[in-house]
């Protein structure tokens, strides 16, 4: 989509930011939201729209040493520095800290939270360059995260070495209904069966709403185009989570499966896949961000009678009727899978409609 749609509070703070880091020294904003929600656009009309100065750096899951390579090439392009040739990630931080004291710049640094992985010691490392520079360095740091509850541990928990280094915290959610019904009223797709169907394919999330735009525009029917061999939506929930979970993703998509076919207390989901997952619907919950939890009005505030649902319409849509028909899409048999949907999606909405007007809800402010 060309336009850009809310997060004007966002934006300007952090322009605000990038413009007065010459009197204020050394900033670090940090920004976290799922996947597809939005970052990368947001830093883009925040930064880029503006010709400010900045680098963006992607944590990707591979060795440091391949990572220094990548991060090095960038900063002898962008800025024409020359014989720059750092041994580590500590190496390249250090130098744009320095290099700051003398040019004000913006420096993203994105999937932050994936340096666990790649070398968890540069956390530390980041603690004690960030403290001796910060006074005299013109960076803006963002550092972004996908992953809400480890980037919350790295900047607010207590025994971190990033615990409350950051100046502002920002959560990026998925799009408001309001702007939904704005997306479709400007692309001539409004009415409220649309509305209800555009929640339950995107769930606000601004990627697919790009997509949904795009299917409609070509197509009358949105599922013709939605579960297609060259619809991308076929393989996002595998592709938006895979390596998230890891070895143990078989696991946490039978789990989610079992959810999204309306097996939504542990006894059941237990049953359903006879298996135990205790552990794993936690940290579904705690971890990932994918699933939330409740207790029905009529259990006691200590009762183990809980309820687990799918937090994003998407994932849920995906995992009830794309990723339960597995085969179908292995066979490329789409015609099946929109027959599939066709039979159930009347009654399927209607559960997911009390999502929309929860969403709703909350939006007006008015409870």
């Given amino acids: 989509m060309k336009k850009f749609y809310n997060r004007q509070k966002e934006l300007k703070a952090l322009q605000i930011v990038s413009e007065q880091i010459v ?30 100065k900045f680098l963006y750096l992607f944590i990707s899951r591979k060795s440091e040493s391949s990572l220094v390579a990548e991060f090095s090439d960038i900063i002898n392009i962008e800025l024409g ?16 800290l320095d290099y700051t004291k003398q040019k004000p710049l913006t420096i993203i640094i994105d999937e932050f939270q994936d340096i666990e992985i790649v070398n968890p010691a540069l956390f ?3 603690q004690n360059l960030w403290d001796t520079y910060k006074r005299d360095s013109m960076m803006h740091l963002v550092c972004c995260g996908s992953l809400y ?9 207590k025994d971190e070495p990033l615990f409350n280094r950051d100046d502002r915290f920002f959560k990026i959610q998925p ?45 009358e029917d949105l599922f ?22 890891g070895s143990e993703h078989r696991t946490y998509f039978d789990i989610l499966g079992a959810i999204s076919k309306g097996n939504t207390s542990r006894a059941r989901i237990e049953n359903f896949l006879g298996m135990s997952v205790g552990v794993h619907l936690e940290k579904l919950d705690e971890i990932f961000d994918i699933i939330t939890k409740k207790r ?11 309820r687990y649902s799918i937090a994003d319409p998407f994932l849920n849509f995906w995992f ?14 789409y015609e099946y899978i929109r027959r599939y949907i066709e039979r159930d999606f009347a009654v399927y909405s209607g559960l997911e409609l009390e999502s929309l007007f929860v969403a709703i809800l909350v939006e007006s402010k008015q409870f």
């Fill in 320 to 333: 009830r009727f794309i990723h339960a028909n597995k085969s179908a899409v292995e066979m490329e048999n």
């Fill in 124 to 126: 530390s490392d980041i």
């Fill in 296 to 306: 029905p009005i009529s259990s006691k505030e200590n009762s183990r009678d809980i």
């Fill in 81 to 96: 520095v020359k014989f720059f040739q750092p041994q580590s990630l500590r190496d390249i931080i250090e130098f744009l």
């Fill in 175 to 219: 799009l408001q209904p309001s702007y939904l019904a704005e997306i479709m009223i400007d692309h001539d797709q409004f009415d409220a069966e649309n509305m209800l169907q555009w929640w339950c394919l995107s769930g606000g999330i601004p990627k697919y709403l790009e997509w949904l735009t795009r299917f409609s525009a070509d197509n």
């Fill in 149 to 157: 509850s480890m980037m919350t541990k790295i900047f607010k928990g």
């Fill in 224 to 245: 013709t185009a939605v579960i297609s061999n060259s619809s991308p939506l076929i393989k996002e929930g595998t592709h938006r989570l895979v390596e998230d979970f």
């Fill in 23 to 52: 009197e204020t020294k050394g900033q670090l904003s940090v920004m976290v939201g799922r996947r597809r929600v939005g970052k990368t656009r947001l830093l883009n009309e925040a930064f880029h729209k503006k010709n400010m």
